[in-house]
């Protein structure tokens, strides 16, 4: 299906919805309960990871529409740019349809010399490009979504003094840096699960951890012993599933939002990789509908504020 196509049907789609609420539902979505969504959702309509197919600002006003509080990118560029568009513009529109600029995925993966050696100069020059562009664009939050298992602990050492520099110069500039993970960090390297080894050997002062609760799931580990065991760790949640959210029923969502308070959640985003239908709006729609519903999701996260 053409982009513009899908563009259509997701603006007729949030239209239907704007149109059909009462005057008390208008009221109620006033009091929309703080759910951010992760826009690499929306990939296929907008883009990710530096590439951008279109305009973004109708899709954000659908967002909006749909409850939504906050947006995560995916799609900073080295060139400095959020979806093609500067930062300063990049948090205008976004605060135009709305809704809160929160956090952006990006990655700078280290060189094999700066792992062997230490020096990490080259990778953190571009950090310094990088923060100073999510500062100028409202950025709450940094996250590196993604490091592959590393061959030795040597390896995982040498990424979590750089993420604790890499941190440490967010917080210098009034951020926070994490980590997201996926199901590979719970795999064992030199018999240290990944995923502990980094908990363990990061500095909380400095960085935080991003729980994608679908992938620890599927990496057969349960995110409460987490949240129980590293305590106030995970700022973040990403609240994903097979497909929609609540989709699947294997996430036990009720258990982990019961325990958001020992996390130390503040924020929540969510993350739609797969969907049951032709139709991305319905998928996105339906996944804060649930959420939205769920008596054992919190209005808002008080340390969050």
Not at 211 to 225: F, L
Request: one cysteine or more.
């Amino acid at each position: 299906m053409k982009t513009g196509i899908i563009m259509a049907t997701i603006a007729a789609a949030a239209l239907t919805v704007s149109c059909t609420q009462t005057e008390g539902t208008a009221s109620q979505a006033q009091q929309n309960k703080d759910i951010a969504v992760q826009l690499y959702s929306v990939r296929d309509l907008i883009g990710a990871f530096g590439n951008s197919s279109s305009d973004y600002k109708p899709l954000l006003d659908t967002l909006a529409n749909m409850g939504y509080t906050a947006v995560e990118a995916a799609s900073y560029s080295d060139d400095g740019k959020f979806y093609g568009q500067d930062p300063a513009r990049f948090k205008a529109d976004v605060e135009a349809a709305g809704l809160e600029v929160l956090s952006s995925h990006c990655n700078k993966y280290l060189s094999a010399k700066e792992i062997s050696t230490g020096d990490f100069s080259e990778s953190l020059e571009w950090w310094d490009r990088c923060i100073a562009a999510h500062k100028a664009a409202g950025m709450k939050y940094i996250v590196m979504p993604y490091l592959g298992v590393p061959a030795t602990l040597k390896e995982l050492q040498a990424y979590c003094d750089y993420f604790n520099e890499v941190g440490r110069r967010c917080l210098e500039n009034g951020m926070r840096f994490g980590y997201h993970n996926h199901a590979h960090e719970y795999q064992k390297v030199e018999g240290e699960v990944m995923y502990d080894y980094m908990l363990r050997h990061t500095d909380p002062e400095y960085v935080f951890f991003e729980m994608d609760v679908y992938w620890t799931v599927i990496g057969d580990a349960s995110p409460v012993d987490y949240f129980k065991k590293y305590p106030g760790r995970f700022r973040v949640l990403h609240i994903k599933d097979e497909r929609e959210i609540g989709q699947s029923g294997m996430v036990g969502f009720d258990a982990i939002f019961r325990n958001a308070e020992t996390a130390g959640v503040e924020n929540i985003v969510v993350e739609v990789e797969r969907y049951s239908y032709d139709d991305i709006a319905r998928s996105i729609r339906e996944s804060i509908e649930y959420l939205e519903a769920a008596p054992f999701v919190p209005a808002s996260y008080p340390a969050g504020k």
